[in-house]
């Protein structure tokens, strides 16, 4: 379990991370979401070890990560932007990782290099594309047997097919091995799919935290048709967080379960009301609407 | 599928010997051209060996080796020690590689380690196989001298301690690598630089000042370049063999080097790693480097638009201070710029830029007012010994220029008393130094303008010896005019006295000659500007024999001792142009002398030197000898400057009415005894 407390992080004044706090259960993979700039990188370069702290805690299991080896042995990662030494080949990385992760495993090497094919291990990784250095760090992080697997737009590059093979592995790592998995990424469609754990960060904090079911069930889209045209005066403990209309439908953003907030507006008799699960991608967009970073019209 | 991991142990935090090697075989090229550079020596010993016109000696040998050391192996290893620590820690200077090897699971102590030895390793690993190289080459060329080649071992491992641990030290500070070889260029001669600066600074604004002993020799030693290279050298031993001279400075600095790379581990323990691409890694050091660029600006550009300007300023300290201003402002902005990475640094700088002005300005009015006593006398019981150099005195001979060192106690308290003199009169010196008033004249006096005031200009020099064995020196411009002489106690009254005292006169003219003892070796003597008035030209006449050249030595030691000759005079006024003659008289000693050369051995070598004395009307013992020498008469004459000035503007018969003494009447013999060589 990886648990980050009053988490403190600045530059020049600025305060990066902002008394953030984050716990990732063991055996899970957790989507790291948030706008630009709302300090994810910055996050992930403390529970890799590589920053340090003003103030705050970053455990794993309950010890702390920075200049800590033996914590870092088993914490593998991929940055969003990757560095090899100028002339290194896959195989050269490998054996330099063997030489610092003593559960580097030559055996899951050997393995991997029929899910890898297409890369040559020989070849510079410098001179592979985008997409196949991307496959090489997977294949390299994978080898290092993490317990904990750090990942900052992982899939960024990779084809469709690369995408879900690359998934596959890591949740085949986490239901067999517990290892888990941090991942940050601005594509919520794909993390919908793989995430069971959701932290959504806003202004160096993490505003919400929860499993992705319950974060789906405390949001409900309702498209609802009253009688009369105009959307009548809601009751004003009722959490609406957006309203839109096409003709005479409403759209409302409410949180809430989708009963509670079925039988309350069921009081206004309307003509027609259904309850929509949110995407996370709406989920994203609304919740961070209350902090200001919502989608504006803007003509131009 | 099977698998296993390659180590079952938990990672070192400490050494990681896989990094060790990948930095051993991604930087080949840099301990690869160091080795083959190093080689160079020993291929040139097999070479000569080889070659059958050539002859190598285990002399020439040692010789070689040893002068190899400085200055180029002092070179070489200082270029490829910041190359080395360029290479190993360049990965501070990128965030993505900064990423990789910090994520990595070792501790930073770890990483240093293994990185600070890796390096050291592409300097040390040549130098060990360059050395058994050559062992096995003197060995079979039978031209071994072991103690030469360990030594020459010992100092190149040394320089490669000390510079590649200050490289390293450097290279954590800094954020980016262009940054690293210019900070370790200018830190390498930070302190004998800034001992300039701060000197220069002093020299403008400081009234006296002329060095600071103590800082210098601090500064010297902070500047190991400079040091090692004036240590090293080769010196051959008593009982023979070679030796390199600076081999215990350079063991001391060796282990300066490891103390710097345990103040590196400091540093890298508490860097800061998202500052990778800044100029300066450490925050601590942000305003030490801004600051820095500030002052050195200040004063080098000050200096250089001062310089430049000169002609168009008026003098004192408010022009200099404007212009150390500017550059000051100039050099803070830059820094800022440098720091921030960007160019608009002009609305959020303006409070550092403002302190700065005033800790300038206010540095140059403590210094110009003198508000610290800089220029106060020392107590008498703090000197045990003073030197007073460079005032100016006429006539234009040897003594001209006074130097002396004074260790009795009525001289150094004569030396107080001017000092004090000044420092009483400084203000009123320095107003004479930035402007010159039209009522004083610095041309020579002028027998048909009496009455006018005459100036001088000279520099002083004291340079006392405490009693703690410190050294404390002062420099002072002086403008002085013939009117000072009136008072008593003034600069120009006591300094009139110092140059005159007839104690020294004769050491002032024959220091050379008592040192080497060499009064019993005068072979020329002559006496230039003797005129003729027949001819109305000047002539050199010679004395020919020993004896008469020792007699007429005999008479000026007499006349110098009796305060007959040898009167100084600060100004050329009207005593200095009645009393002084246009004749000087030369004499030269000469003689073989055997000294010990720097390879120990006795050599000899011919030493000569002339001491000329301008010839005084007063210096009776030594006219009368030179009228008994027949090389003055009524056709050979002495003339004074006043007589030459009258016959040369035209007063009638002016030179030809110079009366002989009397004694010079009788004392002319049948003819001339000495060669006369008429001048051009």
Redesign the interface.
């Known amino acids: 379990m990886i648990e980050v407390k009053e988490l403190v992080k600045t530059f020049d004044g600025f305060r990066a991370l902002d008394g953030l706090n984050m716990t990732v259960p063991t055996a899970s993979i957790y989507g790291l979401v948030g706008p630009n700039g709302a300090g994810k990188s910055t996050l992930l370069r403390h529970i890799t070890g590589v920053w340090r702290q003003d103030s705050g805690t970053v455990l794993a299991d309950g010890a702390p990560i920075y200049e800590n080896p033996a914590v870092k042995a088993r914490i593998a990662s991929i940055p969003d932007d990757l560095y090899y030494f100028l002339s290194a080949s896959t195989a050269d990385m490998a054996a330099f990782y063997r030489g610092f992760y003593p559960r580097f495993d030559m055996g899951r090497y050997e393995a991997l290099r029929d899910v890898f094919s297409g890369i040559d291990e020989k070849r510079a990784i410098r001179r592979l594309s985008k997409g196949m250095q991307k496959q090489a760090a997977f294949w390299l992080a994978l080898c290092c047997r993490p317990d904990i697997l750090v990942l900052d737009e992982p899939v960024d590059g990779l084809d469709p097919v690369m995408r879900r093979q690359v998934w596959s592995l890591l949740m085949g790592d986490v239901a067999e091995h517990g290892t888990t998995v941090l991942v940050s990424s601005h594509n919520l469609r794909e993390l919908e799919d793989v995430c069971d754990h959701v932290g959504i960060l806003s202004r160096g904090r993490v505003l919400i935290e929860r499993s992705l079911s319950d974060l789906q069930e405390n949001l409900v889209k309702m498209q609802v048709v009253f009688q009369e045209k105009e959307l009548p005066k809601l009751p004003n403990d009722m959490e609406v967080l957006h309203v839109s209309h096409v003709g005479r439908i409403h759209t409302l953003i409410v949180r809430g379960n989708a009963t509670d907030v079925t039988n309350r507006l069921a009081v206004y008799a309307p003509i027609l009301m259904e309850a929509l699960p949110l995407t996370l991608e709406e989920i994203f967009i609304y919740e961070l609407g209350g902090e200001d970073y919502a989608v504006r019209d803007i003509v131009l | 599928?099977?698998?296993?991991?390659?180590?079952?142990?938990?990672?070192?935090?400490w050494w990681?010997?896989?990094?060790y090697f990948?930095n051993l075989r991604?930087f080949w090229p840099i301990w690869g051209s160091y080795g083959v550079i190093l080689l160079l020596v020993p291929l040139t010993f097999l070479l000569t060996w080889l070659d059958r016109n050539s002859s190598l000696t285990a002399d020439l040998a040692a010789q070689d080796l040893l002068g190899f050391v400085s200055p180029m192996g002092l070179i070489l290893s200082a270029v490829w020690s910041i190359i080395s620590a360029m290479a190993v820690f360049s990965y501070l200077y990128?965030?993505?590689?900064?990423?990789?090897y910090?994520?990595?699971?070792?501790?930073?102590e770890?990483l240093y380690l293994t990185g600070y030895l890796s390096g050291l390793s592409f300097l040390v690993l040549p130098l060990a196989a360059v050395f058994l190289f050559t062992l096995g080459v003197e060995a079979v060329s039978d031209t071994l001298m072991l103690w030469p080649l360990l030594q020459w071992l010992i100092a190149q491992v040394c320089f490669a301690l000390f510079f590649y641990s200050f490289a390293s030290f450097c290279a954590l500070f800094v954020g980016h690598i262009a940054a690293l070889p210019v900070f370790y260029g200018i830190l390498n001669i930070l302190a004998f630089g800034m001992y300039q600066l701060i000197s220069e600074l002093f020299r403008q604004f400081v009234y006296g000042y002329y060095s600071w002993p103590a800082m210098s020799a601090l500064a010297q030693w902070l500047s190991p370049f400079i040091v090692l290279w004036r240590e090293g050298g080769v010196r051959p031993g008593e009982d023979g063999g070679y030796f390199f001279t600076g081999l215990a400075i350079t063991l001391l600095y060796a282990q300066a080097g490891l103390a710097l790379a345990a103040l590196g581990l400091l540093v890298y323990r508490t860097r800061?790693?998202?500052t990778a691409g800044d100029v300066v890694a450490v925050k601590w050091v942000r305003p030490v480097f801004k600051y820095g660029v500030a002052f050195c600006a200040a004063v080098t550009l000050g200096i250089f638009l001062h310089e430049l300007f000169r002609s168009l300023l008026p003098g004192g300290m408010w022009p200099m201070l404007g212009l150390m201003l500017l550059g000051g402002l100039i050099g803070y902005f830059a820094a800022e710029m440098l720091l921030r990475k960007t160019f608009r640094v002009f609305r959020r700088g303006w409070k550092g830029a403002l302190a700065l002005c005033l800790a300038l300005t206010a540095s140059a009015l403590v210094m110009n007012n003198d508000l610290i006593g800089f220029n106060r006398a020392p107590s008498r019981y703090d000197v045990v010994s003073v030197i007073l150099d460079g005032p100016y005195t006429l006539p234009s001979d040897s003594a001209s220029h006074f130097g002396m060192y004074l260790t009795e106690d009525e001289d150094i308290e004569a030396v107080l008393s001017l000092h004090r003199a000044i420092a009483r009169d400084q203000k009123m010196l320095i107003e004479r130094n930035n402007s010159r008033p039209g009522d004083v004249y610095y041309d020579v006096y002028l027998p048909d303008s009496p009455g006018r005031t005459l100036a001088t200009s000279m520099t002083v020099y004291f340079d006392y010896e405490l009693a703690d064995g410190s050294r404390l020196t002062r420099a002072y411009d002086l403008q002085l005019y013939t009117t000072d002489l009136d008072a008593p106690d003034s600069v120009a009254s006591l300094l009139n006295s110092i140059v005159n005292d007839p104690d020294r006169m004769e050491e002032q003219y024959f220091y050379a000659v008592a040192e080497q003892d060499a009064f019993d070796s005068l072979a020329e003597a002559s006496v230039n500007n003797v005129y003729n008035p027949e001819t109305q030209t000047y002539y050199n006449v010679n004395v020919g024999s020993e004896a008469d050249r020792n007699a007429l030595l005999s008479a000026v030691r007499s006349d110098l001792a009796a305060g007959r000759l040898g009167r100084r005079y600060l100004f050329d006024d009207q005593a200095r142009s009645d009393t002084c003659y246009l004749a000087d008289l030369n004499l030269t000693f000469f003689r073989t002398v055997t000294e010990t050369d720097s390879y120990g051995q006795a050599r000899e070598h011919d030493w000569s030197t002339t001491v000329t004395i301008g010839l005084q009307s007063t210096a009776t013992d030594t006219i009368a000898c030179l009228e008994k020498l027949g090389l003055i008469d009524e056709n050979h004459q002495l003339v004074t400057h006043t007589e030459d000035y009258l016959r040369s503007s035209g007063e009638p018969g002016a030179a030809d009415t110079v009366q002989m003494e009397e004694s010079s009447t009788e004392a002319v013999d049948d003819g001339p005894q000495a060669e006369v060589i008429p001048l051009d």
């Open positions: 599928m099977p698998s296993a991991t390659s180590c079952s142990k938990g990672p070192n935090p990681n010997s896989t990094l990948k991604r990128n965030s993505r590689s900064v990423q990789l910090h994520a990595l699971p070792i501790r930073r770890g800061p790693l998202e």
